[in-house]
Each structure stands twice: as structure tokens, then as C-alpha cells.
């Protein structure tokens, strides 16, 4: 993608910060949507379906479906009921928000998103169905929860002998992190760190091999694969849908 439409999306999610709540009754979401997300006091933006939300009379906040037909949890017990071997979200993937995937085996588009879905803690990369939306700005890795609720990557300080650093979620802005992409691929600078690739990363089966947890590689793509992990780069993806 060029270094122009990236600015446009920067400049998007700026414009989409600052058109303020849509109206009782009106739009706020839907595939294509680039006006407001939120609703004015008193209405919640609702989803009606991948095209549509719309503020409705009420205090909770959906703004993406409900979701019903996924039956993965990330370290839960539950098999999906279908034998397919491909599985998609059913969200729809949010104006100015972007899917973050993996790339690479073992862990081919597994999507970021947070180990207990939608909350702060350790991130993860996990099924498509879990897929969690987001967009960078000010430096500012932000995942997409609702309306009223974002989470910021904040990175942890390192245990003792290990070149890597946690990635969590937190509902407070990063003070040690620049977060951006170069091309379509999440790079993040730490303060006062030295790095090899700030675009490397590690997910490593602290909790699970399939939902693994995502590290900042300080060191070298590739090189020095702590065991249990996997080197890693986290990439965008803007379909409509999470696709395995
Ligand atoms: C970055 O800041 C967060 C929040 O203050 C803190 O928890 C974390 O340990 C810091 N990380 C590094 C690498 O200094
Ligand atoms: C980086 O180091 C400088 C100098 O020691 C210090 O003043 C600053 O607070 C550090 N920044 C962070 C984010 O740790």
C-alpha cells in the first residue's frame, strides 16, 4: 500500500475522531460507513447487519454482531461445530478500523486480538472468529472494543535474560511505545531500547500453542528463537471479514 493512501487513513481515523456522535436514529456503522461510530446520549450504536448499525434508544454498546455463531473462545474448550477447515469472523470489519494478522507458519493468519476477548491483558493471535478491529495514530496501537472503549498496546519490561517484551492490552495510552506501520506491517519503538527489527515479533505458547502469546522481538528476526515461539511479523488485512 503507498505511503499516500496510508496518510489517507491516518487522516481518516483523524476526521473519524473529530465528526462527532451520529444523531437518535441515525447511521453509525456498516461496511463502507466512514461517518461517526458513536451516537448521541442516550442511543446506542446498534448492528444490524454488515451494511447497517444504527442508533437506537438504549445505554449498552454493540457495534458488532453478536456473536452467535462463533464457538472457538481462545483457551476455552469449545470446538467449532463445523468441520470446515476455513473459518471467518462474522464481524464486519469497522470504518477506519484494520484486522492484524499473522503471516507466516506456524501461526498463518492468526489474528491479534486480546486473550479474554475485548479486555485488557495479555495480547494473543488467535481464530478469525475472535478477530478484534484496530487502527494506529499518534503512535498509538489501539484496539477497537466499543464505542466507548478502546485498549492501547502497552509493551511490559523484559524478565530477566529474555531479548523480548510482552505485548498487552491496557485501558491507558503508551508512554514507552511508537506504534506504526511501515507498509502493511505493525512496527513498534520502545524508548530507551535497542532493537534489531522493530517489526519482528515472537508468539510463543505460553498458554496455548493455537492462541499464542505475542511478544516485541528486541532482537533479530529469525535469530535466536526463544523455544516455544515462533518469529513473527503482524501485518494488516482490510477485508470485510476475518478469513482464515
Ligand atoms: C511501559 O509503560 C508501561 C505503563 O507504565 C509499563 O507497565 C511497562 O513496564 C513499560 N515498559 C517498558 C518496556 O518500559
Ligand atoms: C528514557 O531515558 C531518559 C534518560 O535516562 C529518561 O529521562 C526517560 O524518562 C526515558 N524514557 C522512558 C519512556 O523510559
Known amino acids: 500500500m503507498s505511503r499516500t493512501l496510508?496518510?489517507?487513513?491516518?487522516?481518516?481515523?483523524?476526521a473519524g475522531a473529530c465528526l462527532g456522535q451520529s444523531?437518535?436514529?441515525?447511521?453509525?456503522?456498516?461496511q463502507g460507513w466512514s461517518g461517526s461510530t458513536t451516537c448521541t446520549s442516550g442511543y446506542v450504536c446498534t448492528y444490524?447487519?454488515?451494511?447497517?448499525?444504527?442508533?437506537?434508544?438504549?445505554?449498552?454498546?454493540?457495534t458488532s454482531p453478536p456473536s452467535s455463531s462463533p464457538t472457538s473462545v481462545p483457551g476455552g474448550g469449545s470446538t467449532p461445530s463445523s468441520t470446515a477447515s476455513a473459518t471467518s469472523g462474522t464481524a464486519t470489519l469497522l470504518p477506519n478500523q484494520l484486522w492484524i494478522r499473522a503471516d507466516?507458519?506456524?501461526?498463518?493468519?492468526?489474528?491479534?486480538?486480546s486473550q479474554t476477548e475485548g479486555s485488557?491483558?495479555?495480547?494473543?493471535?488467535g481464530p478469525p472468529t475472535?478477530?478484534?478491529?484496530?487502527?494506529?495514530a499518534s503512535g498509538q496501537l489501539m484496539q477497537f472494543v466499543n464505542a466507548d472503549t478502546t485498549l492501547y498496546a502497552q509493551v511490559a519490561t523484559a524478565l530477566p535474560n529474555e531479548n523480548r517484551l510482552k505485548v498487552f492490552w491496557s485501558t491507558s495510552p503508551a508512554t514507552n511505545i511508537t506504534w506504526s506501520f511501515q507498509g502493511d506491517a505493525?512496527?513498534?519503538?520502545?524508548?530507551?531500547?535497542?532493537?534489531?527489527?522493530?517489526?519482528a515479533f515472537l508468539a510463543c505458547d505460553d498458554v496455548s500453542?493455537?492462541?499464542p502469546t505475542v511478544y516485541l522481538n528486541l532482537g533479530a528476526y529469525d535469530y535466536m528463537t526463544p523455544t516455544g515461539c515462533a518469529d513473527q511479523t503482524l501485518n494488516y488485512y482490510n477485508g470485510a471479514t476475518a478469513v482464515s
Open 104 to 113: 507466516e507458519e506456524p501461526n498463518f493468519h492468526k489474528y491479534l486480538q
Open 130 to 136: 475472535t478477530a478484534a478491529q484496530f487502527n494506529i
Open 6 to 14: 496510508l496518510t489517507s487513513i491516518g487522516l481518516l481515523a483523524l
Open 186 to 199: 505493525v512496527n513498534g519503538v520502545v524508548a530507551n531500547a535497542t532493537q534489531q527489527d522493530t517489526g
Open 48 to 62: 444490524s447487519n454488515p451494511y447497517y448499525s444504527q442508533c437506537l434508544p438504549g445505554t449498552a454498546t454493540i
Open 120 to 125: 485488557v491483558g495479555d495480547a494473543v493471535i
Open 209 to 211: 500453542a493455537d492462541v
Open 23 to 30: 444523531p437518535a436514529w441515525g447511521q453509525c456503522g456498516g
